[in-house]
């Protein structure tokens, strides 16, 4: 927190300023009075004051209590609050480009670059030096097709609201338990206070359906709805549902709205001139102006969880936001995180059951195939069984799906002559094979080389092999296995860009291809009604690990891609590839009892005094030398009196299961605390005691969930 002076004519708590920092100019809020304890000559005045509405006061309340919770410094939870550009522009008229008519005299790379840009933004406008950025060109280029018409140069008022949405159109006619769920919802919103439901019910029972209703009551009562979407279920068919439900677009929020778009939502939902927004979980930091309503679909998936930066989970922070708002949450899921699960039973949260699906769609049968008695040869991954039943299905004009939570060709590339595995240079990981790009790529660092002929240890030629399946592998070997077959291969990788990825999933959906193969990204919100059959590759992959929560993803992964099979009309069957049959998650994902894993699954976590039944943290520290690191990391452990203070212990420090990341060495240490205690507050004095200097960095991930 900095003190300025107010600029001329003074300005509002709250109000978004230009202060000089430095040489540089920089966005501010102003947060308070100041403290005072300056000499007065040497206050810089803050520049002017944007053409903004102030922050609000609950807004303020929000970011610093997160803050406080992930302990993050202010200014970083301002940044996630502001991203959006040109915030202090005054409104005014500008131009905007879009398609025009015909195609230009003269096709150049440039050129067919602009063109394609647009292209596959559809309908949408850019500013001249969005659409230059994007694709990469001077603006002379987009001027010179302007002269043809070939790109249209309108003027635009800036930052238009959103249409009207209307709540009283009529909504589908809701069976009794959908009904029940929505009275229930309504009455919550209409009396305006904070609670929090967990809407629980498989996959196409009609949560999308009853959640669609809670957003009609909160337009109805005049308040906004936030409806937040893991990236990837942001789907054209979803907006369509919606835009069917209430008669026009909401806003979208989500990495592929362009700066223009993202500017004008940042700014309609503060004037309370954008209704409905859906988007991503950073959605969630929009300056809503009488927010009613969040919705968190899918409310376990994992990418709620922001990994880089600012370390928060989507999720908490929502029920966070709502309770200083006083406005009502519903966490959607199939498959909820035992966090919500635990919530629910301990009377926190209130839940609601759908207990079937939609119409006369049923849960897929689930079986496994035992894959000890298959004697596949290693570079071979589809049983016998399960080829059998693909078959049948190609046979019937059904669809079928081959999964695997792999990317790439092959996780290994071996030298058969010594036994080399290729390595990231900067990371402690394996280079996965990517046949399509033809490269190695780190999955962590993202760096990659050519795939080499000879074995960069031993200089035998013609020995490095890939070994085990990938995405990529697992497509090669279906086209020899159903060479008659229309193969789809779906892996984020594959596909420049988000737009082109969901362009092919929808033509899938409408039955472009026979057999889908993919990795998680299939298994997330997509609706494909003619598939019957989903093969699960190696249902194993996910026990594997000492991740505390890899028994619970698993089950979520396995009900939630098995849920893709049957859909419509047709029963469908999930069949699981696993080496270990008889063990107990997959007996219960088997089995379908969730009560029962969850039940199970929570009395281990109590047992070990983990979450959601004690506290952790962990803590990274990072630096290009080892050493440096390990010296901090052990005077954090040896200095544990803060931590020990409220009963908290410390664990490590040991090398992270990554040990080395874009050529930072990491080391890891763990904190498990009890609940209830002030754990945020202890961590904050036990880490001050040590100098994070130079190059060294120490993040700390409260509620840690994943551990690499
Ligand atoms: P979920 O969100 O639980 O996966 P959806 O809300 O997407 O389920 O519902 C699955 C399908 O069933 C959708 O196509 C939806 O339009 C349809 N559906 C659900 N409930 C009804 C209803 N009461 N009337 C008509 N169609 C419905
Ligand atoms: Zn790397």
């Known amino acids: 927190m900095l003190d300025y002076k107010a600029p001329e004519g003074g300005c509002h708590l709250g109000a978004f300023v230009e202060v000089p920092l430095g040489p540089r100019k920089v966005l501010g809020v102003v947060w308070g009075a100041g403290q005072g304890n300056w000499d007065i000559n040497k206050v810089r005045s803050a520049y002017r004051v944007l053409d903004a509405a102030p922050m609000r006061l609950e807004m303020r309340e929000f970011l610093r209590r997160a803050a406080d919770y992930t302990l993050t410094p202010m200014s970083a939870m301002l940044r996630l609050a502001t991203r959006a550009p040109g915030l202090g522009d005054p409104p005014s008229m500008r131009k905007i480009y879009r398609r025009g008519e015909g195609e230009p005299d003269r096709v150049t790379d440039a050129r067919k670059r602009v063109l394609e840009t647009l292209a596959e933004y559809g309908d949408l406008s850019f500013t001249l030096k969005e659409l230059a950025e994007m694709a ?70 009609g949560k999308t359906e009853v959640y669609l209703e809670a957003v009609a009551a909160a337009l109805k009562a005049g308040r906004q709805a936030l409806v937040l979407l893991p990236e990837i279920a942001l789907t054209a068919e979803f907006l369509k549902r919606v835009e069917e439900r209430f008669g026009a677009r909401p806003a979208e929020w989500h990495s592929g709205a362009t700066m223009t778009e993202r500017r004008r939502i940042w700014r309609m939902v503060g004037q309370g001139q954008a209704q409905l ?37 989507a999720r908490d922070m929502t029920v966070l936001r709502a309770s200083i708002c006083s406005a009502h949450v519903v966490l959607a899921s199939a498959t909820p995180s035992l966090e919500s699960w635990a919530n629910a039973e301990n009377g926190k949260y209130k839940r609601l059951d759908l207990t079937s699906r939609f119409g006369p769609a049923v849960m897929p049968t689930m079986k496994t195939i035992d894959m000890r008695l298959d004697k596949l040869p290693s570079d071979r991954w589809v049983s016998d069984r399960l080829k059998a039943e693909v078959d049948k299905r190609i046979a019937l004009g059904e669809q079928a799906m081959l999964f695997i939570n792999r990317r790439g060709y092959a996780p290994i590339t071996l030298c058969r002559a010594c036994g080399h595995q290729v390595g990231c240079d900067d990371c402690d990981a394996r280079m996965v094979e990517h046949r399509f790009q033809n490269r190695l790529v780190c999955h962590q660092c993202g760096e990659s080389k050519p795939i080499p002929d000879k074995c960069p240890s031993c200089d035998a030629e013609g020995r490095m092999a890939p070994v085990g399946p990938g995405v990529e592998r697992l497509g090669e070997e279906a086209a020899k296995l159903f060479p008659d077959a229309r193969i789809a291969t779906l892996s984020s990788d594959m596909y420049g860009s988000a737009r082109a990825l969901k362009a092919e999933i929808e033509a899938i959906a409408a039955g472009g291809a026979d057999i889908v193969i993919g990795t998680q990204l299939v298994a997330k919100g997509h609706n494909f009604p003619n598939l019957t059959l989903v093969g699960v590759i190696d249902a194993d992959l996910g026990l594997q690990g000492s991740d505390l929560r890899a028994a619970e993803r698993t089950f979520q992964l396995m009900r939630q891609v098995a849920g893709r099979a049957g859909r419509a009309e047709k029963p469908g069957t ?49 630096g290009p030398d080892v050493a440096q690191v390990f010296d901090i ?4 452990a040896r200095r544990d009196q803060p931590l020990r203070a409220i009963g908290a212990q410390v664990y490590g420090p040991a090398p992270a299961p990554i040990a080395r990341v874009r050529g930072r060495h990491r080391v890891r240490l763990l904190v498990k605390a009890g609940k209830g205690v002030a754990l945020q507050a202890a961590i904050a004095r036990w880490t001050s005691q040590v100098q994070v200097k130079g190059d060294l960095r120490l993040a700390v991930d409260i509620d840690p969930q994943s551990f690499y």
């Open 633 to 636: 990391a052990n005077e954090l």
């Open 136 to 205: 990469g060109v001077t603006s002379s280029v987009i001027k010179g097709l302007v002269k043809q018409n070939v790109v249209a140069e309108e003027d635009s008022p800036r930052d238009l609201p959103f249409a009207r949405l209307d709540p009283l159109r009529p909504s589908k006619t809701l069976t009794e338990d959908q009904a029940a769920a929505s009275t229930y919802l309504a009455s919550e919103i209409a009396g305006a206070r904070y609670g929090t439901t967990l809407l629980r019910g498989v996959t196409g029972s």
């Open 574 to 622: 999930a069949l699981l590839q696993t080496y270990q049959p008889e063990h107990p998650v997959i007996r219960a994902i088997l089995a379908g009892d969730e009560e029962g894993f969850w039940r199970a699954e929570a009395a281990e976590r109590k047992q070990a005094g983990v979450p959601p039944y004690g506290r952790m943290a962990g803590i990274i520290v990072s």
């Open 277 to 313: 927004v859906i988007g991503a979980r950073s959605a969630l930091f929009l300056p809503y102006q009488n927010l009613g309503l969040i919705v968190v679909d899918e409310e376990h998936d994992t990418s709620y969880k922001q990994e880089e930066g600012v370390l928060y989970n």
